[in-house]
């Protein structure tokens, strides 16, 4: 294999692998911040309990992030370095901004959030709290500034010619407002917060259904499943917006996502299918114009397809995308109809009463997760052969003298040191899980020092 | 060309990342340096002790090392791509260490099996070590230069990076970080731990000494370059001088046991020390041992004026932020190490 794809199953392995963790962060972070607030508003301490109990899970989740998270930008430089030359100028302000405006936000107040319980008071602590999740936040929008710049480039020109040549930036504030970075943005964020919620609906769910910490779960649950409720929701509009932008970017894209090849023809939607590439066609249960009218309101409107593109400038794998993007768009409506249903039943006062509800909020969990991974794959891979749209193809994009058996050795390097973070993530996850959140509290009133005392002859 | 104060942007970014540098430096240092002395340590309780003193701060001691990198990235993404393409292996090897220190230090406390706790422990030893030397690498790599071809790229073989020279200062930033670390720890311990940390430190100086020598000793011998700044502005030579000094005041103030003072100094030894090298390498960022055509300096490396006047306001907003809430935290957390239940 040559460096190129070696370089970029690296760089999607690492980057995959790494957005496991943050979306659930930040999901969980909104969890909390709604814990500690009703705490805070009503008093009440199982709030305090539950907050307590998924800042540990929070813990593991934003560690792992952060581990996995400082390859990348390694990585832009260790691999992609005629790339890091031609963006540099732009993308420096974005990721200089991340740094200093988000990460040292989130990081400074971690430590308080996760050791400062018996240190700092409750409305501190609830400050701090607000500062790791806005951390986090603010995060998303810097990176997703980025990546929506490689896909709608705005806000700058270019200088140099050929292997000198370099992007500059002129408008910052348009190189931030780029074109679909603010839909983007939406999208990835209530991608995050289904995340989180939906961790927080599996693990509660999977309580009541042992018949442990059930007025906790109760609590936690509904909490979770307003928040559910509302984002999908909102994702549908969300993704729509950001399909729509899409159409407008980057046709060659959507009609990848889409398998629509006739270059100026209405196009159909399909539910699911299987795109061929040589023959041109898509098997599968189409809504006839279905495209068309999601676009433009008319089934008959002419949509812009692949055959409208020269060969080098077209995805080059389009049932992957095709596939990624559609399971995508099930997962959501799927979530839709799972929140909406759980919700009626809430309303009827039989939430908690249906035994098999529960048993499929425990696995639900993999729904927003995998649709959050194979949106990202369908956006990256239908960006191709560009890393910055219409202006630096991905095989321009390499270090120069960065050699194929080096990039071997080092993706086998992560590959391996990957399956063991994950195992011990899952085995660290179910643990903390089956521990549970400590109700000790709740019971009886002793007093710090004789809680401290029990807690260091635990060690 | 904007200035500001005097300085042009490319300069005032070559300050702002060097002091990302020496900030990164003297945070990540004191718990690199923390884990690097980790073994020494025998008692269960001590090591879980030692591990909490960095419990709450490593993880935004490290950020410091992305925004420094960011920033490099952005100021001068010439460099940025040049160095890390051309020391692949060794920025691989620092991502695998990074990682497995930060697994280890998560997961170490979260089970009760001596064997799990002793694997972990030496991981994050190891790991710590090895992070130390890297950087050090990195830096002596730096210092006595790369063959740097055109278009910037590196054209040597992938092996290089371990030179005699690079070794040397790696092996001497592993030594400072462990004295760094040791005060930090001497900060933070009581009793018994506290009695060992202080002939730790005692020794760790003294090492530092030895291998510090050596490299000041190879660099007037076989690397000529990096003293022709100071031959042209003498005046200059004031900065090694305090650097020597404030060396020399560490072992004064370690057998004072006035140790809050030595990390303090340690401290100012490494802003020092980067100070030396700023002005042996400025404005050269990336020495070519191919052809001086092809140095990358911070002025053919710079991104536009706009993007770095950008920047620089980013910093100006941010900076007293950061500052302000690493403070916030540190304040938190002052005083001894007690054990609680949200510990590691």
Same mark, same amino acid.
């Given at each position: 294999m040559d460096v190129e794809i070696l370089s970029r199953i690296q760089f999607a392995f690492t980057v995959a692998f790494h957005y496991i963790y943050p979306p659930l962060s930040i999901g969980l972070g909104l969890i909390m911040v709604a814990l500690e607030g009703q705490y805070l508003r009503t008093g009440n301490k199982e709030y305090h309990v539950l907050a307590k109990f998924w800042t540990k899970i929070f813990a593991l989740t934003f560690g792992i992030g952060v581990a996995t998270g400082i390859v990348m930008e390694f990585e832009f430089g260790t691999n992609w370095a005629t790339y890091s030359r031609y963006v540099g100028d732009v993308f420096g302000s974005a990721l200089a901004a991340e740094g200093i405006f988000a990460f040292a936000l989130e990081s400074g107040f971690l430590g308080v959030l996760l050791f400062g319980w018996n240190r700092v008071s409750p409305r501190v602590h609830f400050i701090a709290t607000l500062g790791v999740w806005l951390g986090s936040m603010f995060s998303a929008v810097w990176i997703v500034v980025a990546n929506s710049w490689q896909q709608t480039p705005a806000g700058f020109h270019v200088v140099g010619e050929g292997l000198d040549a370099r992007a500059e930036i002129t408008d910052f504030w348009a190189m931030v407002f780029n074109p679909s970075s603010v839909e983007r943005l939406v999208h990835v964020w209530l991608g995050a917060f289904l995340a989180g919620a939906f961790l927080v609906l599996s693990v509660h769910a999977y309580y009541l259904l042992r018949n442990r910490h059930v007025e906790l779960s109760k609590k936690a649950f509904k909490i979770a499943l307003i928040v559910a409720t509302i984002v999908s929701l909102g994702q549908l509009v969300a993704g729509h917006a950001s399909a729509d932008g899409v159409a407008e970017n980057q046709p060659a894209k959507l009609a990848a996502l889409e398998g629509h090849?006739?270059?100026n023809a209405p196009a159909d939607m399909y539910l699911m299918g299987w795109v061929d590439k040589e023959s041109q066609q898509v098997t599968g249960i189409p809504i006839p114009g279905g495209l068309s009218f999601l676009l433009h309101?008319?089934? !008959?409107e002419p949509v812009t397809g692949? !055959?409208?593109?020269?060969i080098e400038d077209q995805p080059p794998a389009l049932n992957a995308i095709f596939q990624f993007y559609h399971f995508m768009v099930a997962f959501g409506m799927l979530m839709i109809g799972l929140t909406l249903y759980a919700s009626f039943q809430w309303w009827r006062g039989k939430?908690?009463?249906?035994r098999w509800l529960l048993w499929v909020f425990v696995f639900a969990v993999l729904l927003p997760n995998l649709a959050n991974q194979f949106g990202w794959f369908a956006a990256e891979m239908g960006r191709q052969p560009w890393v910055v749209y219409g202006l630096l193809r991905t095989s321009d994009a390499?270090?120069?003298?960065?050699?194929a058996n080096q990039v071997l050795f080092s993706l086998i390097m992560f590959f391996l040191i990957y399956a063991l973070l994950f195992a011990l993530f899952i085995y660290m996850l179910n643990k903390k899980i089956k521990h549970g959140p400590s109700e000790d509290q709740l019971l009886d009133h002793r007093s710090r020092h004789e809680e401290m005392a029990e807690a260091a002859g635990k060690f | 060309m904007a200035t500001l104060f005097g300085l042009d942007y490319p300069t005032l970014w070559f300050l702002v990342i060097g002091g990302l540098f020496s900030g990164y430096a003297i945070l990540d240092g004191f718990d690199l340096g923390a884990g690097a002395l980790h073994l020494f340590f025998k008692k269960e309780k001590s090591r879980r002790i030692a591990l909490n003193a960095v419990g709450p701060v490593w993880d935004g001691n490290e950020v410091w090392l992305v925004i420094a990198g960011g920033a490099l990235f952005a100021g001068f993404p010439v460099v940025y791509a040049s160095l890390f393409s051309g020391m692949y292996i060794p920025f691989m090897l620092f991502l695998l260490f990074l990682i497995f220190r930060a697994i280890s230090i998560e997961f170490r406390s979260k089970e009760e099996m001596k064997w799990w706790r002793k694997m972990w422990d030496i991981s994050y030893s190891v790991a710590s070590i090895a992070l130390s030397v890297l950087l050090g690498v990195v830096l002596g790599n730096v210092l006595i230069g790369i063959e740097i071809g055109p278009q910037g790229n590196f054209q040597g073989h992938w092996l290089e990076f371990l030179n005699p020279y690079a070794l040397l200062v790696g092996v001497t930033t592993l030594a400072l970080f462990s004295t760094h670390g040791a005060l930090y720890l001497l900060m933070k311990t009581e009793g018994r731990l506290y009695a060992k940390l202080s002939i730790l430190a005692r020794r760790a100086i003294i090492f530092f000494i030895v291998t510090f020598s050596l490299v000041t000793l190879y660099t007037l011998i076989?690397?000529?370059?990096?003293?022709d700044r100071f031959k042209d502005l003498p005046w200059l030579f004031i900065v090694p001088v305090l650097a020597f000094l404030s060396i020399a005041n560490i072992p004064r103030l370690i057998s004072r046991r006035r140790f809050r003072d030595g990390f303090i100094f340690s401290a100012i030894t490494m802003s020092l020390l980067l100070v030396v090298v700023a002005i042996e390498l400025y404005p050269v960022m990336l020495l070519s041992t191919v052809d001086e055509a092809y140095n990358i300096t911070i002025y053919n490396a710079a991104s536009s004026e706009k993007s770095l006047g950008i920047m620089l306001t980013i910093a100006a907003i941010g900076t007293p932020l950061v500052l302000a809430y690493t403070a916030f935290v540190f304040w938190t957390f002052r005083g001894k190490v007690e054990l609680d239940e949200t510990s590691y």
């Amino acid at each position: 294999m040559d460096v190129e794809i070696l370089s970029r199953i690296q760089f999607a392995f690492t980057v995959a692998f790494h957005y496991i963790y943050p979306p659930l962060s930040i999901g969980l972070g909104l969890i909390m911040v709604a814990l500690e607030g009703q705490y805070l508003r009503t008093g009440n301490k199982e709030y305090h309990v539950l907050a307590k109990f998924w800042t540990k899970i929070f813990a593991l989740t934003f560690g792992i992030g952060v581990a996995t998270g400082i390859v990348m930008e390694f990585e832009f430089g260790t691999n992609w370095a005629t790339y890091s030359r031609y963006v540099g100028d732009v993308f420096g302000s974005a990721l200089a901004a991340e740094g200093i405006f988000a990460f040292a936000l989130e990081s400074g107040f971690l430590g308080v959030l996760l050791f400062g319980w018996n240190r700092v008071s409750p409305r501190v602590h609830f400050i701090a709290t607000l500062g790791v999740w806005l951390g986090s936040m603010f995060s998303a929008v810097w990176i997703v500034v980025a990546n929506s710049w490689q896909q709608t480039p705005a806000g700058f020109h270019v200088v140099g010619e050929g292997l000198d040549a370099r992007a500059e930036i002129t408008d910052f504030w348009a190189m931030v407002f780029n074109p679909s970075s603010v839909e983007r943005l939406v999208h990835v964020w209530l991608g995050a917060f289904l995340a989180g919620a939906f961790l927080v609906l599996s693990v509660h769910a999977y309580y009541l259904l042992r018949n442990r910490h059930v007025e906790l779960s109760k609590k936690a649950f509904k909490i979770a499943l307003i928040v559910a409720t509302i984002v999908s929701l909102g994702q549908l509009v969300a993704g729509h917006a950001s399909a729509d932008g899409v159409a407008e970017n980057q046709p060659a894209k959507l009609a990848a996502l889409e398998g629509h090849f006739e270059a100026n023809a209405p196009a159909d939607m399909y539910l699911m299918g299987w795109v061929d590439k040589e023959s041109q066609q898509v098997t599968g249960i189409p809504i006839p114009g279905g495209l068309s009218f999601l676009l433009h309101f008319d089934f !008959n409107e002419p949509v812009t397809g692949l !055959n409208a593109f020269p060969i080098e400038d077209q995805p080059p794998a389009l049932n992957a995308i095709f596939q990624f993007y559609h399971f995508m768009v099930a997962f959501g409506m799927l979530m839709i109809g799972l929140t909406l249903y759980a919700s009626f039943q809430w309303w009827r006062g039989k939430l908690f009463k249906q035994r098999w509800l529960l048993w499929v909020f425990v696995f639900a969990v993999l729904l927003p997760n995998l649709a959050n991974q194979f949106g990202w794959f369908a956006a990256e891979m239908g960006r191709q052969p560009w890393v910055v749209y219409g202006l630096l193809r991905t095989s321009d994009a390499l270090s120069a003298s960065v050699q194929a058996n080096q990039v071997l050795f080092s993706l086998i390097m992560f590959f391996l040191i990957y399956a063991l973070l994950f195992a011990l993530f899952i085995y660290m996850l179910n643990k903390k899980i089956k521990h549970g959140p400590s109700e000790d509290q709740l019971l009886d009133h002793r007093s710090r020092h004789e809680e401290m005392a029990e807690a260091a002859g635990k060690f | 060309m904007a200035t500001l104060f005097g300085l042009d942007y490319p300069t005032l970014w070559f300050l702002v990342i060097g002091g990302l540098f020496s900030g990164y430096a003297i945070l990540d240092g004191f718990d690199l340096g923390a884990g690097a002395l980790h073994l020494f340590f025998k008692k269960e309780k001590s090591r879980r002790i030692a591990l909490n003193a960095v419990g709450p701060v490593w993880d935004g001691n490290e950020v410091w090392l992305v925004i420094a990198g960011g920033a490099l990235f952005a100021g001068f993404p010439v460099v940025y791509a040049s160095l890390f393409s051309g020391m692949y292996i060794p920025f691989m090897l620092f991502l695998l260490f990074l990682i497995f220190r930060a697994i280890s230090i998560e997961f170490r406390s979260k089970e009760e099996m001596k064997w799990w706790r002793k694997m972990w422990d030496i991981s994050y030893s190891v790991a710590s070590i090895a992070l130390s030397v890297l950087l050090g690498v990195v830096l002596g790599n730096v210092l006595i230069g790369i063959e740097i071809g055109p278009q910037g790229n590196f054209q040597g073989h992938w092996l290089e990076f371990l030179n005699p020279y690079a070794l040397l200062v790696g092996v001497t930033t592993l030594a400072l970080f462990s004295t760094h670390g040791a005060l930090y720890l001497l900060m933070k311990t009581e009793g018994r731990l506290y009695a060992k940390l202080s002939i730790l430190a005692r020794r760790a100086i003294i090492f530092f000494i030895v291998t510090f020598s050596l490299v000041t000793l190879y660099t007037l011998i076989y690397i000529p370059h990096l003293t022709d700044r100071f031959k042209d502005l003498p005046w200059l030579f004031i900065v090694p001088v305090l650097a020597f000094l404030s060396i020399a005041n560490i072992p004064r103030l370690i057998s004072r046991r006035r140790f809050r003072d030595g990390f303090i100094f340690s401290a100012i030894t490494m802003s020092l020390l980067l100070v030396v090298v700023a002005i042996e390498l400025y404005p050269v960022m990336l020495l070519s041992t191919v052809d001086e055509a092809y140095n990358i300096t911070i002025y053919n490396a710079a991104s536009s004026e706009k993007s770095l006047g950008i920047m620089l306001t980013i910093a100006a907003i941010g900076t007293p932020l950061v500052l302000a809430y690493t403070a916030f935290v540190f304040w938190t957390f002052r005083g001894k190490v007690e054990l609680d239940e949200t510990s590691y």
